[in-house]
């Protein structure tokens, strides 16, 4: 069964770095989002993406975050200068279409900023 | 405002018994309903959903929920537990015309010997 796959399973950086979580949805999908956990609280979304535009945004997604679709595979989120509140789990997700089709989701990325 | 609310944070019970993890949501024309479990630092896993149908819906390792549209309710049930079911729930809901999910706060859920 195709999922999702993201990489790298866990991230440590430095305060004020610069980091790229990747992401592989599946392949025929066509909606891309990002998602975040902060440890011990639920998860929360931070934007969707098609068609290589951003669909919709929390308020959380700020200037500081960024995704991109650089190829016809891989989804990209970049924090342009981490923060100690960033550090989360990060999951990428897919769906073929908006309406009711499910999300598939990823195993996730931690990410500690230190 | 859109919303879930998971009221239960953590409901324990003893091995074999049935359980319950409640689930509400605000209002709307359309949704859609979803179920997580997570286990201790790993990804979300579909427990099952509700997409559109019969207002029952069964699920992966005998979870079942009901959608009760007039209750605003999409509630979590299990009629035996296993020690391995041991894990955060986490409820999702899906606004017809919206992008993202909506999660709830959680709900662990722990079963005890």
Known sequence: EPEVTQTPSHQVTQMGQEVILRCVPISNHLYFYWYRQILGQKVEFLVSFYNNEISEKSEIFDDQFSVERPDGSNFTLKIRSTKLEDSAMYFCASSVGQGAGEQYFGPGTRLTVT | ?113
């Open chain 2, 1 to 113: 405002a859109q919303s879930v609310t998971q009221l239960d944070s953590q409901v324990p019970v003893f091995e074999e018994a049935p359980v319950e993890l409640r689930c509400n949501y605000s209002s709307s024309v359309s949704v859609y309903l979803f179920w997580y479990v997570q286990y201790p630092n790993q990804g979300l896993q579909l427990l099952l959903k509700y997409l559109s149908g019969s207002t029952l819906v069964k699920g992966i390792n005998g979870f079942e929920a009901e959608f009760n549209k007039s209750q605003t309710s999409f509630h979590l049930r299990k009629p035996s537990v296993h020690i391995s079911d041991t894990a955060e729930y986490f409820c999702a809901v899906h606004y017809s015309g919206t992008y993202k999910y909506i999660f709830g706060t959680g709900t662990r859920l722990k079963v005890l010997a």
